[in-house]
């Protein structure tokens, strides 16, 4: 978390927000957010200008332009990772709700505090902010838009949300291998974007048992695998995320796709199609849910 959805919901409420706007300062307050880059690198976008707001998986692509040239800033939200724009004069909050993992969560924009470990300021008076309790995201940057100048984009396959569904399926054919289906669905490198959320709720929509080896499957239920990732996805950015813990939009709003889950986190709840009890186990390090009346 968060995954695909959750990352192009923010896209989406950023490039509504920034594009066009003039970075004045970046002020980094925590180094340990930096990869293959400095607080000085982040500091010399001074002048840069927000062209585009773009996103690879689940990596938010963030494009600048200055007359000398082009630069992106790449942002990783991690697990509990919150990149918010809080426009000039805002009502800003500091109503936070406690979650169960003992973290804090803003109801709102909210003002910089001990886990705001990036500020950009802009000549708007803008700021976008950078939130991160865990510290497990990620802020790199790289000259030029081209991913292939990014060594973490350049291990990611195509995006599960820009291909159709026979590509799809064609691609999770040849990578197959004796893997179970969630493994696949979770490795990166095979397709970009997918997470422990979606991964549950594709199986569940094609009915496959998400622990059975995928190459042992026929091209049909392969096919139908392939509809349900873009399905789920979809529905997932149609509902604007989910936000079980720390993730929020641009605006610091929750999304609402956690209302329409089917098994995912209902570990032993009954099933919502037959009735039967959710199993619950660990596949590639994950919890997974699943019915063993439905999916097979």
């Known amino acids: 978390m968060p995954e695909l959805p959750e990352v192009e919901t923010v896209r989406r409420g950023l490039s ?27 500091g010399g976008l001074a002048g840069f200008r927000f062209a585009s707001v773009d996103r690879r998986g689940k990596y938010l692509l963030l494009r600048l332009e200055l007359a000398k040239g082009k630069i992106t800033l790449v942002v990783h939200l991690g697990m509990t990772g919150q990149l918010t724009w809080r426009a000039k004069g805002a009502t800003v909050t500091d109503r936070f ?9 803003s109801e709102g924009p909210h003002s910089i505090d001990a886990h705001t470990h990036m500020v950009v300021v802009c000549a708007s008076g803008g700021e976008l902010l950078f939130r991160d309790p865990r510290r497990f995201g990620r802020i790199l940057l ?9 060594r973490r984009l350049e291990r990611l396959g195509p ?4 291909m159709d569904h026979g590509t799809l399926a064609s691609i999770l054919k040849e990578r197959a291998g004796r893997r179970a289906v969630k493994t696949v669905l979770l490795d990166q490198g095979v397709v970009a974007g997918i997470g422990n959320i979606y991964a549950d709720e ?10 059975r080896t995928l190459s042992g499957l026929s091209g049909l239920r392969i096919a139908d695998l392939a509809r349900a990732v873009d399905e789920v996805l979809e529905k997932g950015v149609r509902n604007a995320g989910t936000s079980f813990r720390d993730f929020v939009g641009a605006d610091g709003s929750d999304g609402s796709n956690q209302e329409d889950l089917k098994v995912y986190g209902r570990g032993g709840s009954p099933c919502l199609v037959c009735g039967k009890s959710l199993r619950s186990a660990s596949i590639a390090q994950r919890t997974t849910v699943w019915c063993s009346g439905c999916q097979t």
Do not use: M
């Open 97 to 105: 709700r406690k979650l169960v993992s003992g973290y804090r969560k």
């Open 159 to 162: 995006d599960a949300w820009r």
């Open 142 to 150: 790289f000259e030029g838009w081209g991913d292939g100048n990014c």
């Open 202 to 211: 594709a199986c569940f929509q094609a009915r496959i048992r998400p622990g």
């Open 16 to 42: 509504e927000r920034i594009v066009g706007e003039l970075v004045v300062s970046v002020e980094i307050r925590h180094g340990s957010i930096l990869e293959d880059c400095t607080s000085d690198d982040l």
